[in-house]
């Protein structure tokens, strides 16, 4: 199973960016996708889930301004990401699992700068 994440790039502060993450097997199979990111000299975070009943979850610092969505038709997950700052600059990394005890598939990872 691959995952493959895309759209990461430089953009100013206040600008916005949408990632995808288009999978080699159907999206639905995955009962649990989500983005991860992490900066440099710091851990790998989560940044925001979702869940096949349509539930998503933020880390507090994102809530507002970003959106994790699914599109099943493309297969793909997104993330908008709106109001950009400094600080969300990371390498963003697409996950997928179908349950707690199934393997985890991750993206390569796609680089977000954000700078003036």
């Known amino acids: 199973v691959q995952l493959q994440a895309s759209g990461g790039g430089l953009v100013q502060p206040g600008g916005f960016l949408r990632l995808s993450c288009t999978a080699s097997?159907?999206?639905?199979?995955?009962?649990?996708m989500g983005w991860y990111r992490q900066a440099p000299g710091k851990q790998r975070e989560l940044v925001a889930n979702?869940?096949?009943?349509?539930?998503?979850k933020y880390v507090d610092s994102v809530k507002g301004r970003f959106t994790i969505s699914r599109d099943y038709a493309k297969n793909t997950l997104y993330l908008q990401m709106n109001s950009l700052k400094p600080e969300d600059t990371a390498v963003y990394y697409c996950?997928?699992?179908?349950?707690?005890?199934?393997?985890?598939?991750w993206g390569q990872g796609t680089l977000v700068t954000v700078s003036s």
């Open positions: 979702i869940i096949n009943d349509g539930v998503t």
């Open positions: 097997r159907n999206i639905f199979t995955f009962n649990y």
């Open positions: 996950h997928g699992k179908s349950t707690p005890l199934s393997p985890d598939y």
